[in-house]
């Protein structure tokens, strides 16, 4: 997965490419922030200013409203490589692919270049390294 210039967001529906998208392409998109917590399942919990640009956005930049989707990692194995995204949650503002955590950009550990951040949404579900959001 790239982070610089080689990186791309995908919105597929069915196999088909809709839109991709490039860092420069998601920044110039309208950006929020959000005051947002992560909540782990072991118990703790952390609060972070999250900027980046809402799934509604996103895919309406692939010429879709809010649907149900899939948001999915880089990561090739494990539980937690995608996260369902309701069109509900999509329609919320707040639910974001965050580029920036407190004003920086994101580093690895947050999940760089494209992390989804939401409301109401444990920690497990915020996906790192987001690469597609496939849409239903």
Known sequence: MGEGDDYRLVVT???????????????????????????CVEGWSAEADWT????????????????????HSAQTRGGYRS?????????????????????????ADHGAPVRLIGP????VLQTKWVVEVEVT
């Open 13 to 39: 529906r069915a196999g088909t490419t809709l839109a991709e998208l490039t860092l420069a392409q998601l920044r110039a998109l309208p950006q929020r922030t959000e005051r947002l917590p992560i909540s």
């Open 83 to 107: 996260s369902d995204v309701s069109a509900r949650a999509a329609r919320d503002p707040r639910c974001l692919l965050a580029l920036e955590i407190d004003g920086e950009p994101l580093h």
């Open 120 to 123: 109401n949404r444990p920690g």
């Open 52 to 71: 980046g640009v809402s799934i509604t956005e996103v895919l309406a930049a692939a010429g879709l409203g809010p649907v149900d989707s899939t948001v």
